[in-house]
């Protein structure tokens, strides 16, 4: 009888040893969230993707660099200039604000 006693009481202990010594301590993930204001293009031919963007007098490189559903440019929130230039010819030219987590698309014709 002394040896069923002891056998019965470690079969009941041993499920609670095992889900214990199976436990892991919490862990934490940080990040921090991009969210300054993004800039895209839609084009209405594909000649327009030489077009140079400028942003505030600063050349940020081509439209083809920043087409809607590809990929963004992004700016620092606040009021800016945006022009865009294709040689000496000037296909837009527009002031805009852009706030934080602002995803906005410009159509260049």
Same mark, same amino acid.
């Given at each position: 009888?002394?040896?069923?006693?002891?056998?019965?009481?470690?079969?009941?202990?041993?499920?609670?040893?095992?889900?214990?010594?199976?436990?892991?301590?919490?862990?934490?993930?940080?990040?921090?969230?991009?969210?300054?204001?993004? %800039?895209? !293009?839609?084009?209405?031919?594909?000649?327009?993707?030489?077009?140079?963007?400028?942003?505030?007098?600063?050349?940020?490189?081509?439209?083809?660099?920043?087409?809607?559903?590809?990929?963004?440019?992004? %700016?620092?929130?606040?009021?800016?200039?945006?022009? %865009?230039?294709?040689?000496?010819?000037?296909?837009?030219?527009?002031? !805009?604000?852009?706030?934080?987590?602002?995803?906005?698309? !410009?159509?260049?014709?």
């Amino acid at each position: 009888m002394k040896h069923t006693l002891a056998a019965t009481a470690l079969a009941l202990a041993m499920p609670l040893v095992l889900v214990l010594g199976c436990t892991q301590m919490p862990t934490e993930k940080q990040s921090v969230s991009d969210m300054r204001p993004q %800039i895209s !293009f839609k084009v209405s031919d594909s000649q327009r993707h030489s077009a140079r963007v400028v942003i505030d007098g600063l050349d940020m490189g081509n439209v083809g660099s920043y087409l809607d559903g590809t990929s963004a440019l992004r %700016i620092v929130s606040g009021t800016h200039q945006l022009r %865009i230039v294709q040689g000496s010819q000037v296909l837009l030219d527009e002031k !805009f604000y852009a706030g934080d987590g602002v995803n906005r698309s !410009f159509i260049v014709q």
